[in-house]
């Protein structure tokens, strides 16, 4: 039997990239790197939701399941670029 586990991701990792993506142009200081950091940061701060396709979570939250998780995503996606930020700031004192 040949098992595919090519569709199983964290529903986050998509959605985080494409916030920081977005975000991105409000930070002009903060290198592509920098960005990855971020990334890394916000996912770290969120639970891993792992799911084969994102419609299949979608359907299943409620409401105030899904607002709770855009709350928890901003939060983790504000903690992030400040954490970088501020490291960044102590090593070379430019950002």
């Known amino acids: 039997m040949i ?5 199983v991701h ?3 990792e998509r959605v985080v990239f494409e ?3 977005k975000m991105s142009g409000s930070y002009p200081a903060y290198s592509a790197d920098m960005l990855a950091d971020v990334a890394c940061v916000a ?6 939701r792992y799911l084969r396709h994102d419609v299949d979570m979608m359907f299943y939250l409620t409401e105030s399941e899904r607002h709770a998780m855009e709350n928890s995503l901003q939060d983790a996606l504000d ?10 700031a102590r090593q070379t004192g430019a950002v």
């Open 3 to 7: 098992i595919n586990f090519e569709q």
């Open 10 to 12: 964290n529903y986050f």
């Open 19 to 21: 916030a920081v993506a």
């Open 43 to 48: 996912l770290n701060r969120l639970p891993a």
């Open 79 to 88: 903690f992030a670029f400040g954490f970088v930020g501020e490291r960044a």
